[in-house]
């Protein structure tokens, strides 16, 4: 991978982002996407910002290999941190980690997303985190697409600010209100296995000591497996 050629996962996360877009994106080791989506004319400025020097040291060089220091600014800060309002972000962009850590960093900095149209999120796992943050602070989810890249299946969320109140039920905050919809056979797969792991860790705790931590994942496994099963109704996955 590189600035010419993202992977195939980083390449569908470009693809949301919105034509002429002030692009901030959080966690941006390489900076690849930043650079590739001013190459490609998809953003007219960037932030990069990254939390571990090393990364933040290796984007700053990318994008001065690039020739894009005028458009892309690397900024060494925790989350939306290296976001400052002069900076008039339009989207944001998070990816490659996992879903709890991008509702954290959404939740920690969200007075600084004023004036973004639209934020483009790439959990690895845990989605869940990012549906439930979207409802509790007014985002509505305009497009998810899965995909598999060696092997691995990732989902991309996509988020615009509404003043509507938005409502997900506790199947469409597990797989996704337009993942649900379509049901394609990547989102099968990705399901099968997950029941195949939960199915196997539920096995294990019958046979552990019941403590009240316990009983609370057993609860956890058991209505995942219950939503599963309805989901799959018709397809025993
Ligand atoms: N976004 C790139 C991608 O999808 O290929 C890089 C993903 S890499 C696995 C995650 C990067 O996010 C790491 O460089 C890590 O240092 C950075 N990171 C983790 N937590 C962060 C935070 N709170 N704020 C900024 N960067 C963070």
Same mark, same amino acid.
């Given at each position: 991978m590189n600035a010419q050629q993202l992977s195939v996962r980083l390449m569908k996360v470009a693809e949301h982002v919105q034509p002429g877009a002030v692009v901030a994106d959080i966690g !941006?080791?390489?900076a690849y996407l930043p650079c590739y989506l001013l190459h490609n004319g998809s953003a007219s400025r960037a932030v990069a910002g990254e939390i571990v020097k090393g990364p933040y040291e290796s984007a700053k060089k990318q994008v001065r290999e690039e020739g894009l220091e005028g458009k892309i600014t690397v900024r060494l800060a925790p989350g939306l941190e290296?976001? #400052?309002? #002069?900076?008039?972000?339009t989207a944001v962009t998070i990816a490659g980690m996992g879903g709890s850590l991008i509702a954290s960093i959404l939740e920690e900095g969200k !007075?600084?997303?004023?004036?973004?149209e639209r934020l483009i999120l790439q959990p690895n796992v845990h989605a869940q985190a990012i549906r439930l943050w979207a409802v509790q602070n007014g985002w509505r989810i305009v497009a998810e697409d899965i995909l598999k890249e060696k092997d691995k299946i990732y989902e991309i969320l996509v988020l615009e600010p509404t003043a509507e109140e938005v409502q997900l039920d506790a199947k469409q905050l597990l797989f996704g209100p337009k993942l649900l919809q379509d049901q394609n056979d990547i989102f099968k797969e990705k399901w099968k296995r997950e029941a195949t792991q939960w199915k196997a860790i539920a096995e294990r705790l019958e046979n552990t000591e019941e403590t009240e931590d316990i009983r609370t994942k057993k609860e956890q496994l058991l209505e995942k497996i219950a939503l599963m099963e309805e989901v799959f109704a018709d397809e025993n996955p």
């Open positions: !941006s080791d390489h290296a976001v #400052e309002p #002069e900076d008039g972000i !007075s600084r997303l004023t004036g973004v």
